[in-house]
């Protein structure tokens, strides 16, 4: 019988398949370990804190303004079974939903709450975030908006308008 040996860093955790099924006692690591090549497969998830962001998302206000809104995203992976058994990719699924979170969540905000209310947004965000990727093993751990572009019109008129009421 032929083993190959790995190694895992400090921060690196793998789940082992052998033949399928995962391998007694969930994911391993760090450290040295054995396979048997041809009847184990390994799947090794990262547990640093991630970042990413969200690209620039068109939303149409509740006061009928078009804006640019993007984010950033921090997570981790808090159980690397779950991140592989119960999720395809836990990476693009947790960047598809924060899109569509965040569009979804500014949608029923009006332009002024967007401008002046950032931080209860990112907190409310990170909660209904958190709260759907807790099953896929996926902790979010901090959510910024991080620009609200205007268009150009929309800019000229609010500026014409306070200048004209200075």
């Known amino acids: 019988m032929i083993l190959f040996s790995i190694i895992f860093q400090e921060y690196e955790r793998a789940v082992i398949f ?25 799947r090794v998830t ?3 804190t991630v970042s990413f962001d969200v690209p620039p998302q068109e939303i149409l206000t ?7 809104v993007d984010a950033v995203v921090y997570y981790k992976i808090s159980s690397p079974l779950s991140a592989v058994c119960n999720v395809a990719d836990y990476a693009k699924s947790t ?17 002024a709450e967007i401008l002046s209310d950032r931080e209860s947004i ?12 807790d099953p896929w093993g996926v902790k979010v751990e901090r959510v910024e908006v991080k620009d ?7 800019q000229r008129a609010m500026a014409a ?3 004209a009421t200075r």
């Open 18 to 42: 052998r033949l399928g099924r995962v391998k007694r006692g969930g994911a391993v690591g760090p450290g040295l370990f054995f396979i048997v090549p041809c009847m184990d497969e390994i």
């Open 46 to 48: 990262d547990l640093r």
């Open 62 to 68: 509740k006061d009928s303004v078009t804006v640019a």
């Open 95 to 111: 960047k598809l939903l924060a899109a569509t979170t965040l569009r979804n969540i500014l949608g029923t905000k009006n332009l």
């Open 122 to 133: 990112a907190t409310h965000l990170l909660e209904i975030l958190d709260t759907a990727t």
């Open 148 to 154: 609200v572009k205007l268009p150009k019109e929309l």
């Open 161 to 163: 308008e306070a200048e």
